[in-house]
């Protein structure tokens, strides 16, 4: 069974940068197609970004366009986050999720993902 462990966040200043890493066990993630998302206080969950199953397709939400990079380390059996030229409406708590199927290209909807973590809060304040 695999589970999704989040971790990286944390307190950073509007300007600055967070790497988010999503570690799985159980698994090994190059098989699954890999989302983060994102949840605001009163909000519901949006989808930020995903890495296709093979990496080979990438999707980023319009807000996070030019700031966020998704990618893969395989060695490590992670994918990472980085998030620069933070702002306040980034803040939220952050999730990764994983759907197994076998497509060239990923989604942000929730609906797609049947494995999820337990989330890494970010707050982006001064």
């Known amino acids: 069974q695999l589970q999704l462990v989040e971790s990286g966040g944390g307190l950073v200043q509007p300007g600055g940068s967070l790497r988010l890493s999503c570690a799985a066990s159980?698994?090994?993630?190059?098989?699954?197609?890999i989302g983060w998302f994102r949840q605001a206080p009163g909000k519901e969950r949006e989808g930020v970004s995903c890495?296709?199953?093979?990496?080979?397709?990438?999707n980023y939400a319009d807000s996070v366009k030019g700031r966020f990079t998704i990618s893969r380390d395989n060695a490590k059996n992670t994918v990472i986050l980085q998030m620069n030229s933070l702002k306040p409406e980034d803040t939220a708590v952050y999730y990764c999720?994983?759907?197994?199927?076998?497509?060239?290209?990923?989604?942000?909807?929730?609906?797609?993902?049947?494995?999820w973590g337990q989330g890494t809060q970010v707050t982006v304040s001064s």
């Open positions: 890495i296709s199953y093979g990496g080979g397709s990438t």
């Open positions: 159980g698994s090994t993630l190059d098989y699954y197609a």
């Open positions: 999720a994983a759907d197994p199927r076998a497509r060239p290209y990923c989604s942000l909807a929730r609906i797609e993902y049947n494995y």
